[in-house]
């Protein structure tokens, strides 16, 4: 492929006191908070290949490969995550799986997934939640968290009772659901139900120490939820965990935004904490009540590399994090992740540095192909 270089000219005068210092804080501050450009990518964006991003104002990633990332094409669930409920109901167990119960994988790329149900009725690891979980030891706060999968519940789910059902949990300690020191966030009211428009929304736990209004006075009640009983929908988080007041929980479900808490995150004691995704569901105790996830990633930053299906990012309703297993400010490798992107279809490729700044306008690339442009130079920057 060509790459098409950009050259700069550097230009040196000087200007007098104050003018001087103006100009070089303005210089300054477009340097540092200027959003990633993704000049070119060397290689075929085949799924599973490898391929290398340049371009620059990818700041640093301390590890370049993300926490955690399971497409469920491992031998054991417990290699990747610090636990999985539940464990102690044979045949109903959270782990990998063949497609079963006429559930097909979200995208044609995945010939497995993750998938377990709330069969039992004898404790939270024996039904009463469906939840994968992976520990932490928590740095210094500020800090983030970016967190994303594919989840959708049983075509045949037993519905009863006011039908809670939760989808992601925030702990202290080394496991979900450490009460009074977790929050978390589930669906409703109205909770998901028999009917086909259902309605839901999505909430979050309030009071620990989320609070309700947040302090952009919405609250704890926000955008409509796709119907998790007849299509696969993936959820991002990001989060700023934070006992100040600037922190934020954000969260987008197939690329529409539901969710932009302002506010406190985390108050709670020592540094051990837990991220579950998945949860609790009201209506345990049934064989049909089955959860399957697919392509879980966690990371403990807001770097990232996505393709997307719009050359906006926020505009896109698909978005595929890629694996990346190397990172400078200029040059990222990673395997490439097509998710729902089939052989042909033009996607453009992002990168998110760990601000949360993102590339303005996306790397136009072709899966299977290689990239087709040279996106324009960014005309805005994010700052947290």
């Not at 994988?105 to 069969?119: D, E, M, N, Q």
């Not at 540094?271 to 209506?283: C, D, K, L, N, V």
């Not at 697919?294 to 393709?307: F, P």
Request: hydrophobic share 35%; net charge neutral; aromatic share 14%.
């Amino acid at each position: 492929m060509t790459t098409t270089t950009h050259s700069r000219r550097s230009l040196q005068f000087h200007l007098p006191g104050t003018a001087a210092a103006l100009l070089a804080f303005a210089a300054w501050t477009q340097c540092s908070f200027a959003a990633p450009v993704v000049q070119a990518v060397n290689g075929t964006l085949n799924d599973g290949a490898t391929v290398t991003i340049t371009g620059s104002g990818f700041g640093t990633k301390p590890s370049a490969a993300p926490l955690v990332w399971d497409d469920a094409t491992g031998t054991s669930i417990t290699a990747k995550w610090s636990g999985a409920w539940p464990d102690q109901s044979p045949g109903y167990n959270l782990t990998y799986y063949a497609p079963i119960r006429g559930v097909s994988p979200p995208h044609s790329h995945a010939t497995r997934y993750i998938a377990g149900a709330h069969a039992g009725s004898s404790g939270a690891n024996a039904g009463w939640n469906v939840i994968l979980y992976k520990n932490i030891t928590a740095p210094a706060m500020p800090y983030y968290i970016y967190a994303s999968w594919y989840q959708r519940f049983d075509p045949n789910w037993h519905f009863g009772g006011d039908n809670n059902t939760k989808t992601f949990d925030w702990s202290y300690g080394t496991g979900p659901y450490n009460n009074p020191y977790s929050w978390y966030i589930c669906y409703g009211p109205p909770h998901p139900d028999s009917a086909a428009d259902t309605g839901a929304q999505w909430t979050y736990e309030n009071g620990t120490p989320l609070l309700n209004p947040d302090l952009n006075g919405h609250i704890a009640w926000w955008g409509l939820a796709a119907d998790p009983f007849t299509q696969w929908s993936k959820v991002e988080i990001a989060i700023k965990v934070t006992n100040q007041q600037n922190g934020y929980v954000q969260m987008w479900e197939n690329g529409r935004q539901v969710m932009n808490y302002a506010g406190i995150t985390d108050n709670y004691p020592g540094t051990q904490r837990s991220i579950g995704i998945g949860g609790y569901a009201r209506m345990y105790g049934y064989s049909s009540n089955w959860r399957y996830f697919d392509d879980a990633y966690i990371d403990t930053t807001l770097s990232r590399v996505v393709l997307a299906d719009t050359p906006v990012l926020s505009q896109a309703r698909i978005v595929e994090n890629q694996i990346p297993s190397a990172w400078s400010t200029g040059s990222i490798t990673a395997k490439v992740n097509l998710g729902k992107f089939t052989q042909g279809q033009a996607a453009y490729l992002f990168v998110v540095d760990s601000t949360g700044a993102v590339t303005a306008t996306g790397l136009k690339v072709t899966a299977g192909g290689t990239a087709a442009a040279i996106p324009d130079a960014p005309s805005s920057f994010q700052v947290d």
